[in-house]
């Protein structure tokens, strides 16, 4: 096993792959840009190193600095997280070349399946459906093959992934400016404008299969999650198991998983994202060649540790258990956390997290990036941290969520948690029936009429007479306040007389 | 022998009068409601307030002029306003801000150009999202003060329009 | 379902049992002496009532004082926790004359297994085994029983339990001397100085039986904890299942704490602990009508919240779920840790937690009484926190709390970390091979010869350089560090010069 | 050109004495023995400590003149000592503290007493333990300055010992 690893990421995915790091005995080194010198990340390993200024081209995307970084450490491995270098190949050839072991899949890998168009070619090879689709040259072609697949369509970045860059249209009007729009954000986000099209499914909800590869065409799954809980495309909340499949659309679907799996001789941890349409019908969507960020419900429900299996895939080129001694049992549900303002359109927000408090329950995990007092700036994803609940049942596990989304704390940054504490509660929610168009369809109208409505009359009085009886706003003294400032708020007032004394 | 205040609750600015009735007791205007209030600081730094609705447990964050405030399970946002409300003043001049903290990555107008309602003017980019800054109404480019490139904070001004002549 | 719930406890068990509370959305209200005004369990409540000055007397075991808390926060029910009440009939008693719910047992319950030498008969009746052993009136009756059962004996507190007042005893001379320390130990902390004997097992486990009664003759049980790494009787590392049986063995000791719960008609959660005797036989040894502190490790083998579970039982008078329904999988293993130096016997310690760090990754669970600034005073027991590890197997899990033990970062107040890092990873607990006596029949010398040894001269290095240059070690001003105090270091000691420029 | 330190390290007193060689670095004398150091603050408050044996983490943490340093994984607990050996001398003074913060419960033995070694003289009880203070050697009592229901603080003095005449 390896005896240094760097983590080429940051923010919560750099915390908790520290955190097996330490468990399995591996020494841990981080890397941070000028503006996270002190940041979470960088006191959960055992040594850092600053490999940039604040913006992750120079940083967190420098791939010269980063593996400058690793050789000066010592490092033998470096494990990319999600998101930054993790889906880039030429990262995965350079720390190769560099004589290091990338832990991920093989660079060929990640370049077949970053091109969604080539991905959905494998998919039909390995006997996946897919949605009808079409790829084009140009706006042209793509208007035209349009009219063929039918309105409404998806536009996709070829290289995207994740949402990134995705429009749904219902005309050829807004397919033109779509397919421009998407073209322009490809080219400067994945340096290639090439977008492509698919139906767009109504209703759909988006499962998807973890799977696990030993580089040699063995795979096995470790079963579903479900995120069809989306806003702009982006997940909110996960959960597993999917609350939508029995076990045989299960087994199905898991099978399909392998299949692709095995047949691309995929190594290490993927996932293989699937949309399942009303009817049951199940079709491939792209395949992810890295840890998702929503991992831990899969973690939760099984009892892996997929940090650890994916450092055992690279340092030993086999799997660490069989699809025997894969079970799952109960049901983990997934809030992600966002510095965003649900007031105002969920508008990223930055600032200094004042005073931050988690939840820590039993059986509530928190994959935490921040603590009080640290920085959130604005060159970053703005995901602060993730809470998830496990529970014998999916309703134990949701309602845990619940009370933890309300006892977690982010004072200082505005947060999403108050769109996250509705939603964990809405009826669709606790039934399981929604689909990945549930929230901007039926969810945030009302949420949003919620949220402009004026504060209640209590919280201005307590603003108002927190500041008139200068009781302690500072995080920082809140532990030595004084004993009992309640009878000393008079004298901060100078105004008070008792009555029987006569004003 | 009261104390007023007033503070910003999202797109209204409302008005808080104290009146201390008591140790720990208060007379509390807020708008136009009355209700009399005990606020007992807790050793823990928040704030216990019982009315005849029962009581609640406040926790209030100071940063800058903002009040960051967790009643019970609830938060809530707060700005203390100096004097008057001179945020709304800005909307007024025409005047057009970054809604976010972002990077400028395209200008799609000139000044001096005409405008229709609805027309993107400034794209502004934070992570996975483009928002377009678009005209509120129909007019005139009056000042472009943002460049593609430009790093901006929320609140700072990108275009100025005026109404057309 | 209760509206609001008093939380009659301190420490970590009443923040633990907050959080059920929060996510069951049930009020809760935590009580605090003078001295704990503004400690972690009272952050953690949603309201909170002192009830008295710091000795426990004067608060936590103030009777009136927290039954009128309990009418004054509008409480339906007082779950007592461990410890202090927990056990106290009369308090039971007085919780239900007040009209209120008592989430534990009923006092008759409490009662009978509270004297342990009534335990026994019960026990016997239940058709289970017991230690050959004996009761007497006084030091002579004692004797001459002794005498018939043959030494070793124990000589242990009628009204004990738990270890408190329990010694060993070899001879006839250290019998007498024992029983007169014993009685007078008993007399002061329990009001009764009647002491019973029992035979000394050598090489035996404890194991613990975890059962959930309905107070109608209706009892299911969770699987066993095996608790035998103590030091004074006292547990210090508890796990489950027992690496020590096997399933026909579970199955049989299950069974016959089954049986004992039914007969009494147990209500809520309790613990029937045995010794379990090198050859395979078990004996009863008593009976604990309470939450126990190492009930995390059955929680997370069963994926079931015992406190959830008690307040079901209190508020239906029924089982929230059938013996059928309990499946176990994986293995937990909590360590506890205390305020105590190992390096001077284990004595307590009192102070402030300057700089406090949890951990906080995958499968680990802590159960936090402190955190960063708060007091740990003489007043309480010097427990602060627990922490608990979950694997897929025995030995993740243990090399998972081992790596969470190092992560847990307590400065300001010695405690015991050092001692359990050291424990988890010796040989014998790797191989669970290991009774009750094993840390100080063989770990201890060891161990303490270990600790007397001299710091390495790295750390004097380390605490008369942070003086010299400055750095901060106030925990609070940690995070505003400045960006590069490494230059400035010679400015402070003012003596460096470059030297090209000279001296 | 050095700055001398001393610290007692649990039974022991050690001396440190640093020498400045650079930017970061230094030569480190700890007792007898000598090697260089490059020491390095981190932004995060820790210290990076590099000799020719690689690199270690340390964080200290000062609560009075008490240091607790975490050292990698491991940590330590050392008293800086103002000038000379003070704790040393209580000692040679036949005095016999309190081992812990606890409540006196019993005091066994009375002014002028003659005690053998090994006997038990006053009983502190903390918690659910109860530890006796016994003679270190055969002797007479002095002085006795604990009461039973004392709550007392580690290090206070409860009897006093002389040799026998």
Known sequence: ?503 | MSAKSTWRDGERSRAVELEPLGPGRWRVRVDDSMFELAAEAMPDGRLRLTNDQGTTIAEVTADGAKRFVRLGRLDFVLEREAAGRRRAAAAHHGGLEAPMPGAVTRVMVAAGDAVVQGQPLVAVEAMKMEHLIRAPRAGRVKKITARAGDMVAPGTALVELEDEA
């Not at chain 1, 609350?243 to 993927?270: F, H, N, P, S, W």
């Not at chain 1, 935490?368 to 703005?382: A, C, L």
């Not at chain 1, 929604?434 to 209640?456: H, K, N, Q, V, Y």
């Open chain 1, 1 to 503: 096993m390896f005896r240094t690893v760097l983590i080429a990421n940051r923010g919560e995915i750099a915390c908790r792959i520290a955190s097996t790091l330490h468990e399995m005995g591996i020494r841990s080194v981080a890397i941070h840009s000028e503006a996270d010198r002190s940041a979470l990340h960088v006191r959960a390993c055992d040594d850092a190193v600053c490999v940039g200024p604040p913006e992750p081209r120079a940083s967190y995307l420098n791939i010269d600095a980063i593996l400058a970084a690793a050789q000066q450490s010592g490092a033998q491995a470096i494990h990319p997280g999600y998101g930054f270098l993790a889906e880039n190949a030429g990262f995965a050839r350079a720390v190769e070349a560099a004589g290091l072991v990338f832990i991920g899949p093989a660079p060929e890998q990640i370049d077949a399946m970053g091109d969604k168009r080539a991905a959905r070619r494998i998919a039909i090879e390995a006997g996946l459906p897919v949605v009808p689709g079409a790829e084009g040259a140009d706006v042209e072609a793509l208007v035209i093959a349009a009219r063929t697949i039918g309105y409404p369509v998806m536009v996709k970045a070829a290289l995207g992934g994740g949402g990134k860059g995705m429009r749904a249209v219902s005309d050829e009007a807004a397919l033109r400016e779509a397919v421009e729009s998407a073209m322009r954000l490809a080219k400067s986000a994945f340096g290639d404008a090439a977008v492509y099209l698919e139906k767009r499914l109504e209703h759909a909800r988006h499962i998807e299969v973890q799977v696990l590869g030993d580089g040699k065409g063995g795979a096995i799954h470790l079963f579903e999650r479900e995120c069809s809980l989306q806003r702009r495309h982006q997940k909110v909340i996960e959960e597993a198991p999917s609350a939508a499949i029995d076990d045989a659309l299960r087994e199905r679907m898991t099978a399909a998983a392998v299949r692709l799996a095995q047949k691309v001789r995929y190594r290490g941890a993927g996932t293989i994202e699937m949309l399942l349409a009303p009817g049951g019908e199940f079709y491939f969507l792209e395949m992810n060649t890295r840890l998702q960020v929503e991992h831990p419900v899969t973690e939760l429900i099984t009892g892996i540790d997929l940090v650890r299996a994916q450092l055992h895939v690279a340092a030993t080129g086999t799997l660490p258990f069989t699809q025997d001694q894969v079970r799952r049992h109960g049901h983990a549900i997934e809030a992600r956390v966002y510095a965003e303002d649900a007031a105002r359109n969920f508008l990223p927000q930055a600032g200094t997290a004042r005073r931050v408090r988690w939840p820590d329950g039993p059986f509530v995990r928190v994959d935490r990036g921040i603590d009080s007092g640290d920085q959130v700036t604005v060159h970053y994803d703005p995901m602060l941290a993730k809470l998830i609940a496990f529970g014998p049942t999916r309703e134990i596990a949701r309602t845990r969520l619940a009370a933890a989304l309300d006892a977690a704390l982010v004072h200082g940054v505005v947060t999403n948690l108050p769109f996250l504490r509705a939603l964990v509660r809405n009826e669709a929610v606790a039934s399981a029936s929604f689909d990945t168009e549930w929230i901007e369809r039926e969810f945030l109208a009302g949420f949003s009429a919620l949220m402009t409505a004026p504060a209640p009359e209590l919280a201005l009085a307590a603003a108002a007479i927190s500041e008139a009886i200068g009781v302690s706003t500072d995080p920082d003294r809140t532990a030595t306040a004084s004993a009992s400032p309640a009878t000393s708020l008079f004298e901060a007032l100078g105004r008070w007389r008792h009555p029987g004394l006569g004003e």
